[in-house]
């Protein structure tokens, strides 16, 4: 089983606000889902999804927030298993290049692993989605 979610998107704003977009739990909460997050190491953070959202909880700890890398655990409600959500941002001229990896996927029971893949991979998918929109809302408000 493939056990590594990839995205890339290139975006039109500053490396800054795009930042702040994946690390401030305020600007995580317009886009993604009530985060209770902050990007400092050992923090342990808690995003509420809606029932509606499919989940209703993920929580997990960052292991790193150094400028434009963002590394934290992903545990799902009702499971025990740890997977590790990746966010790299690099400048580019115009904009800012994210690399998203999700990893550690087979880990799951393998009846529930290849589940928890398909739905990760389109809800990253969804995410990136959302993010694309939120920063351009933020830049049309100016």
Known sequence: MNDLITKE????????????AI?????LS???IKA???AEPGYKYTFMASE????????????KADPYTLIYTWIVQ???TETIVKWELE??????????EHSGIS??????????????NGGWDNCIKALTSYLLKLSHAK
Request: overall charge negative; charged content about 25%; some cysteine.
């Open 52 to 63: 509606e959202e499919g989940c209703t909880q993920i929580t997990g700890e960052v292991k």
């Open 9 to 20: 998107h290139i975006f039109n704003q500053p490396i800054d606000k795009v930042w702040n």
């Open 107 to 120: 880990n799951y029971p393998k009846e529930s692993a290849v589940t928890f893949f398909n739905n990760f």
């Open 23 to 27: 690390s401030i739990g305020e600007e």
């Open 78 to 80: 009702g499971t025990h």
């Open 30 to 32: 317009e886009w993604f």
């Open 91 to 100: 400048p580019m001229e115009g904009g800012t290049k994210l690399h998203l």
């Open 36 to 38: 209770d997050f902050k």
